[in-house]
């Protein structure tokens, strides 16, 4: 069983910029896709960028891709997501999440990640 932890949320002012951490521990990280995803109050959870095991491929939902970019450091076990030019409407709670299978591509349903971390609060003021 894997354990996710993020961190590197807070309140920030639009068009700043954040990183956010996920770091995993009891299973490498290495051979399985990566995903962030966000909730905000009253919403559902949504993809935010999802990258592959060895980091080679990513892919961004359309509300953040030029804004954000994920990466990772498997000597590290450990994904990144690095937010610019944030925007109000990023106020959530995100989450890092593993894929479900081994060396499946990056998915953006929520079902295909069954490893959660508990998530970590980013709040956007403007």
């Known amino acids: 069983q894997v354990q996710l932890v993020e961190s590197g949320g807070g309140l920030v002012q639009a068009g700043g910029s954040l990183r956010l951490s996920c770091a995993a521990s009891?299973?490498?990280?290495?051979?399985?896709?990566m995903g962030w995803f966000r909730q905000a109050p009253g919403k559902e959870r949504e993809f935010v960028a999802g990258?592959?095991?060895?980091?080679?491929?990513?892919s961004y939902a359309d509300s953040v891709k030029g804004r954000f970019t994920i990466s990772r450091d498997n000597a590290k076990n450990t994904v990144y997501l690095h937010m610019n030019s944030l925007k109000p409407e990023d106020t959530a709670v995100y989450h890092c999440?593993?894929?479900?299978?081994?060396?499946?591509?990056?998915?953006?349903?929520?079902?295909?990640?069954?490893?959660w971390g508990q998530g970590t609060q980013v709040t956007v003021s403007s």
């Open positions: 999440a593993r894929r479900m299978y081994m060396y499946s591509d990056t998915g953006r349903a929520v079902g295909e990640y069954d490893s």
């Open positions: 009891g299973r490498t990280l290495s051979s399985y896709a």
């Open positions: 990258i592959s095991g060895s980091g080679g491929y990513t």
